[in-house]
């Protein structure tokens, strides 16, 4: 697939932080920090990214299902972290990659700075001492980037994670142009994205997809946009853009 630039990413600039990015192999991160923490973040990438990859080396399984593995009490936290968002949510472990990523990665910035945003690919980790307004984009939903949003509890970590079945390479059985999750955990909101994304190839299967996405623990609020049409439920505070 070619590169497509990641416009989107203009939206996450806050004033007051300092953004930078992270690029590893396939890990491209987009990050704000009340400190230049590029180091850290480049380090928890490393690190992250290792056990991963020694996790599949010796369990190949986990790379390729798409339904839930069981639970591993030996496997490393992020590798565990996933594994419990999948089952959650009643996918493969790899649909939680993105945002588990990007909270572990932000977590560790964490430990030297105040507030954070770290995206991945369109999922989101953020803790920050402010209001902060989260564009959605949409592909060609005439919704593109009008909808946003808007994060007010600053106290809290969240997870705010994006799928979609007509943009960008992830693996959708579905077609919706997007489907939001907000959660205290962004390895569990990315997973239900998928879980969410996959019950949609038509706008009437937007609430059937809501009423899935209300059972699995831990998800606070859902956004789907299919076309023209959109269904919200629980904690989305929308702000038109």
Request: hydrophobic share 45%; charged share 20%; with cysteine.
């Amino acid at each position: 697939m070619p590169y497509q630039p990641r416009t989107y990413r203009d939206s996450l600039k806050t004033d007051g932080l300092i953004h930078f990015s992270v690029l590893i192999k396939e890990t491209d991160l987009f990050i704000a920090a009340s400190h230049n923490a590029e180091a850290i973040a480049r380090e928890a990438v490393l690190d992250v990214r290792f056990k991963i990859e020694q996790y599949i080396e010796k369990h190949p399984e986990f790379l390729i299902s798409l339904v839930p593995l069981p639970d591993d009490a030996y496997a490393p936290d992020i590798v565990q972290a996933m594994l419990r968002a999948s089952a959650a949510a009643g996918v493969g472990p790899m649909a939680a990659v993105a945002g588990a990523v990007a909270e572990y990665t932000g977590r560790e910035i964490l430990k030297y700075c105040d507030e954070v945003i770290v995206e991945n690919g369109g999922d989101i980790f953020l803790k920050v001492n402010r209001d902060v307004t989260l564009s959605i984009y949409a592909g060609a939903s005439s919704l593109s980037n009008r909808i946003g949003i808007k994060i007010s509890q600053p106290n809290n970590a969240w997870g705010v994670c994006t799928s979609s079945g007509t943009v960008g390479p992830s693996l959708s059985l579905g077609t919706t142009d997007a489907v939001t999750i907000v959660s205290s955990s962004a390895s569990l909101a990315d997973a239900a994205a998928t879980a969410i994304g996959n019950l949609v190839n038509a706008a009437s299967d937007i609430q059937k997809a809501i009423d899935s996405g209300k059972q699995i623990e831990a998800v606070t609020g859902i956004l789907i946009i299919k076309d023209e049409h959109m269904g919200v439920w629980g904690n989305i505070n929308l702000v038109a853009l």
